[in-house]
């Protein structure tokens, strides 16, 4: 038996189905376009291709922002237009399938606990760096969801009071000083290029002033992270996202500034950094194992 899990992210929805070792089926792929309406049809349309030829038991659905316990997306910053949108029952009713559907950086951190990055640890955070910030949260073992379903926005924790204008609409958020969009900021402040993936590659060649953007950058992800160490006493954070082909640049550069920014780091055990290890497929195979699972 197989199960489909689909991964919505801000350009793209990418699905899978998962056979029950947790090993890739197939692979289906489609622009994310803009409205609830319009998304909801595109996932319909990822997960019919990805049936063909599969007996597929159950879908489970990650989308990014505030996903309630009754698999409504209340709210995403990062896609215009989606609010209120009941992903899991226009899902099932299109299917007629059994739909999971979760916050999609907490099914990433799911297919990491199972299968990659987190596996053999019980209290990890997942930060998802893209276009924003995402996290999930492993606690004692148990996905932690709050008490309506939302946690893990850590990309909205404010750290600068009055700061950068946030798309969630407030000012001073965390991703706006450390996601992928923030890169691009402080590439352009430095004249090295327009986009994170022009500094990025500058960087992996040694480029100096690409290498002191990194550290500008990896300090200010920092912060947030010591945050959340802080606060939830994880033994492993996980990198995710696109940035994480920066590779040990990007990983090597947070761990000095974290390192830097920790209390009492002679008195606790050392806090693992790592990056992810199932990549962009990783949200939508955790999404299809938490429907399994389910």
């Known amino acids: 038996m197989s199960t489909i899990g689909v991964d919505v992210g801000g350009t793209k929805v990418l699905g899978v189905v998962v056979d029950d070792d947790g090993s890739v089926l197939a692979e289906q792929r489609a622009p994310t376009p803009s409205g609830g309406d319009a998304l909801a049809a595109t996932m319909v349309e990822v997960i019919a291709a990805l049936r063909a030829g599969h007996d597929v038991t159950a879908v489970g659905a990650g989308v990014p922002g505030l996903v309630d316990r009754d698999a409504v997306l209340r709210f995403a910053p990062n896609l215009p237009g989606v609010v209120e949108l009941p992903v899991g029952a226009l899902l099932a009713g299109a299917t007629g399938l059994p739909v999971r559907v979760d916050n999609d950086n907490t099914c990433a951190l799911w297919g990491e606990h199972r299968l990659g990055a987190a596996r ?14 995402g996290g999930g949260l492993l606690l004692d073992g148990r996905l932690a969801r709050g008490a309506h379903g939302f946690a893990g926005e850590i990309g909205h924790m404010v750290v600068v009071r009055g700061g950068i204008p946030c798309v969630c609409g407030r000012n001073g958020c965390w991703e706006r000083y450390a996601s992928g969009t923030a890169l691009g900021r402080l590439a352009r402040e430095a004249g090295i290029g327009e986009r994170g993936e022009d500094v990025t590659a500058a960087a992996l060649a040694g480029d100096p002033g690409a290498l002191a953007v990194f550290e500008e950058f990896a300090d200010w992800f920092a912060v947030g992270l010591v945050n959340l160490v802080h606060v939830l006493d994880v033994e492993r954070c996980v990198i995710a996202g696109g940035l994480v082909t920066a590779g040990e640049v990007l990983i090597d ?29 990783a949200g939508a195979v955790g999404a299809a194992i938490l429907a399994r699972d389910a």
């Open 120 to 133: 053999a640890v019980d209290d990890a955070v997942l930060v998802g760096l893209g276009t924003g910030i």
């Open 253 to 281: 550069a947070i761990r000095r500034a974290f390192a830097a920014r920790l209390v009492a780091p002679d008195h606790r055990p050392p806090v693992e950094i790592v990056a992810a290890e199932l990549g962009e497929r």
